[in-house]
């Protein structure tokens, strides 16, 4: 009917008007976010990853997996890497921008106009069918005016999705490394267990056998099948923290099936020559660490959304409705008379009581908590860094010194027990003695070894981010490779 078609008219300049902005590419490409996110990822660790959408890639990443992890001994890299193409959580962390994007997208996008069209007067019997029909279209003249403020806070909450799925990889692959350290070390724990427990076994068999023929006394005895028994707890501990830990790692590479098929090295790599220092650490932690640059965007929408509410703080609903009613009338001939009457309606709330002060107020506090949190995370992560530094080189000292000088210094007095053994200086106990001693000194120096490659991992994670306190992964200096053996 020709009439209805009068509002529609009516409302098509403020229609066009509120479709003028264009929707920025960033947020409807494919992936939206995802390549910025990968960028960041290389440089840091020198790991790609990727986000899975469809089930043709997932299938692509399951293949490639598998041939990386099944029946394979496998080094700390190649450990990250899988976590990195493998973790679910992982995924999640991916969609989150795409959700982001879609969230800028749509505030990009202008409200639709409502239309309303009713009729009036249906069976009056003097007009027929009906007697006026109504057509109205609502628009909200805010949703125009405050598009822009709120696309430029969508877009800051959009590149902090991203900044955050950076952080949540570099995190995930510190974890993952380190969880590879804490497996390969457990299993090293188990094999130098396992030959104090053959050492200590041979000493409680000899203990028994002298018993015997009663050359040992039964406390003597009691002594060495002790020691026995509490080193076959400590081995057999020692073998579940094993397991638990390589669990752990599994976890984290988000394996399961034929996948956790894999192993992991008898021993960690030995340990570098030599390390360097890093220069200006603090600077590089500043410059680099992305839960720093999330605590900037933060701020900055803070600081977009205190504009928004300054804008809309006395009017915060504001509406126009315009239409027209198309309405039949009789006349005293008997004719019907149509009319058409356009009409024009603002609607808004009256700010008697909520004069947005308390909004203002909160916007305002909400701005200074943001400037806050950013002044903590910038001191913390000078602080983050300055300790990493310190205990990466402390840690490799106390290494050194388990691996130059207490393990060689119980090496010789074994060596030189055994000598007196033959030369029959020394008793068999007192030898045995010599030799336990010496692995505990091995064990000792693996544990060091193991602290050094933690601390290694929190190095990176405090110049780049994703450590506990807030992100990393990697290591400078030596590349964790596998060790010796077949693995576990």
């Known amino acids: 009917m020709r009439v209805s078609k009068i509002p529609l008219v009516l409302g098509l300049p403020l229609f066009l008007g509120a479709c003028a902005t264009a929707v920025p590419g960033s947020y409807t490409e494919p992936k939206a976010g995802f390549a910025n996110v990968a960028s960041q990822i290389t440089p ?29 001994t496998i080094s700390a890299d190649t450990a990250v890497q899988v976590a990195l193409l493998n973790n679910k959580g992982l995924q ?50 805010l949703d125009a005016t405050t598009r822009k403020q709120r696309m430029a806070i969508a877009d800051a909450s959009f590149r902090q999705a991203q900044l955050g799925a950076v952080n949540d990889t570099l995190a995930l692959a510190n974890q993952t490394r380190k969880a590879w350290v804490d497996a390969v070390a457990a299993f090293e724990a188990v094999s130098y267990l396992r030959r104090a427990k053959a050492t200590s076994d041979a000493g409680s068999e000899l203990a028994m056998r002298l018993g015997e023929t009663g050359a040992l006394n039964k406390a003597g005895q009691a002594r060495e099948q002790a020691f026995n028994a509490e080193l076959a707890g400590q081995l057999a501990q020692a073998r579940l923290n094993a397991t638990r830990s390589k669990e752990a790692l599994t976890r984290l590479m988000g394996l399961w099936g034929t996948e956790v098929d894999y192993y992991v090295p008898d021993a960690l790599p030995a340990l570098p020559r030599s390390v360097g220092r890093v220069t200006d650490i603090e600077a590089k932690a500043l410059r680099n660490r992305v839960d720093l640059r999330v605590a900037k965007l933060g701020l900055e929408a803070q600081a977009k959304a205190f504009g928004l509410t300054d804008q809309t703080r006395i009017v915060s609903d504001l509406e126009i409705v315009a239409g027209a009613e198309f309405e039949r009338e009789v006349e005293g001939s008997g004719d019907i008379e149509t009319k058409t009457l356009p ?14 002060k308390a909004r203002m107020r909160k916007a305002e506090l909400s701005y200074l908590q943001a400037a806050n949190v950013l002044a903590e995370k910038a001191v913390n992560v000078r602080s983050e860094a300055r300790g990493a530094e310190a205990s990466y080189h402390a840690a490799y000292k106390i290494a050194r010194h388990y691996r130059d000088v207490l393990v060689p210094l119980r090496t010789t007095v074994e060596e030189e027990g055994l000598l007196s053994y033959n030369g029959m200086i020394t008793n068999t106990f007192e030898l045995l003695t010599d030799v336990r001693e010496k692995l505990a000194a091995s064990l000792e120096a693996a544990n060091a070894k193991r602290e050094f490659y933690m601390a290694q991992a929190d190095l990176t994670a405090a110049i ?16 964790l490779a596998a060790g010796g053996g077949a693995g576990h």
């Open 44 to 72: 840091a660790i020198g790991k790609r990853t990727v986000f899975a959408e469809t089930q043709a890639e997932n299938e692509a990443l399951k293949k490639q997996v598998h041939s990386m992890v099944h029946q394979k």
């Open 92 to 141: 999640a962390s991916y969609v989150n921008v795409g959700l982001s994007a879609a969230e800028a997208w749509q505030q990009s996008t202008p409200e639709n106009p409502i239309v309303s069209i009713g009729v009036l007067g249906i069976g009056a019997p003097e007009l027929g069918a009906y007697r006026a029909i109504e057509g109205l279209i609502r628009s909200n003249v």
């Open 343 to 356: 009409q024009v309606e603002v609607e808004f709330a009256i700010p008697i009581y909520d004069t947005g």
């Open 464 to 479: 780049y981010g994703g450590g506990e306190g807030g992100g990393g992964a990697g290591g400078e200096g030596a590349t």
